[in-house]
């Protein structure tokens, strides 16, 4: 397993996808075509210090649509589709987990409590696999399990992930996460600390393997930097506000 060390967010995605170019081996997918493969786990030390957005790492059709997706993600704002035209979100998942008798569990308020009462615990943790749902679906949770633990006075989240799509969803994943990270940390009432983001498949699909290339040769170069925004910076230009 790669193992990557940053200090910021968009750093530590820099690093990630050099690694699976360089070091990634070449498999085939369900979904017909190559992937560059490689298990990784990426750890970022100040995971809230800006810059903390990375331009190219927002593959969306608006760049508001990042924020739209960290809502997503904490505040269930789709989670209405799940059943009809989506499989799942991860909102619905972990704060309303619901088993096949019925019972909702909101893994998140669990999370919160158990580490308010016992800061030291292993098991503050939530997951999103559904066996009865997610064995035969087409496209089920990549994310599989987040772990919290407060360590030095500080709330540390590790991220797992069965599947990543290193180039057009990773960052995004951990933004929102540590978005997630940040709001159970108020709610406990300490700080965020470290982020880890282990994944047992973090890939480059074939179709994006010439746009890979280039950018990690504006990595090397340095160019790539100028991308580096933070989030006031990113927001006058997601909605237009100069």
Known sequence: ??????EFLPEAWEKSI????????????????????????????????????????????KLKQLFEYVDE???????????????????????????????????????????SKTPYSRRAQAITWMPWKDINADSPPCVQRLWFRIIDEKLALHVHMRSNDAMKAAFMNMYALTELQRLVAKSIGVEPGYYLHIADSYHIYERDWKWAEKFVKQVKEGSSRRLWMTRERYMKIAFRRF
């Open 1 to 6: 397993m790669e193992l990557i060390k940053a």
């Open 18 to 61: 050099v690694a699976v170019w360089e070091k990634g081996s070449k498999i085939y997918t369900e979904y017909g075509e190559y992937s560059l493969d490689l298990p990784i786990a990426i750890r970022v030390e100040k995971p809230f210090s800006e810059p903390r957005i990375h331009l190219k790492g927002v593959v969306v059709g």
């Open 73 to 115: 993600v904490l505040e269930g704002v789709n989670d209405w589709r799940v059943g009809k035209d989506w499989h799942y979100t991860y909102h619905e998942r972990l704060f309303n987990y619901t088993t096949p008798d019925g019972t909702v569990i909101d893994q998140i308020r669990y999370v919160v409590e158990k580490l």
